[in-house]
């Protein structure tokens, strides 16, 4: 597919170089408890009505979810999410998002992202489980102009 036409100073940046992606852990229903920290499923980014399964053990730091961390679900259903709620555990199946912040501004990569869902739903492979597998994830692009415009659309746009 031939490049967008883009505005001078803008380029496409594909996403395995605007960010590290890391994926959640996989949380078995024998782990589960009813304290301890919320487990991030996709139901609970769909749905702010479902109730949280939660995790009272060890988990390593990396699947620790604070206020403001950006999170993609790139399996079952497809979007991209600034978590607001209280500290959590990320399950399988999404995508904590660590952008790259020289090359672009973590609330312009949310906006960034939206743009392309549906490119994303387009590469989705399998009959039950409908997922993005992370090469084609990793090569979808987002326009990306220098960051000060970067920072002047994410005010406009919040």
Known sequence: MPSKILPDGWSELPLGDAA?????????????????????????????EKEFNCFDGEYDHI???QTGDILISWSASLGVYVWDRAPAVLNQHI??????????????YVYAVQT???EMKSRVHGATMRHIVKGDFQSLKIPVPPLAT????????E
């Open 20 to 48: 590290r992606y890391i994926n959640g852990r996989a949380f078995k229903p024998t782990e589960w408890s009813r304290k301890g920290l919320p487990i991030i499923r996709i139901q609970n980014l769909n749905d702010r």
């Open 63 to 65: 699947h620790y979810v």
């Open 95 to 108: 995508f904590k998002v660590l952008p790259d912040e020289s090359l672009v501004d973590r609330r312009y």
């Open 116 to 118: 392309i869902l549906d």
């Open 150 to 157: 970067q920072r002047r659309i994410a005010d406009v746009l």
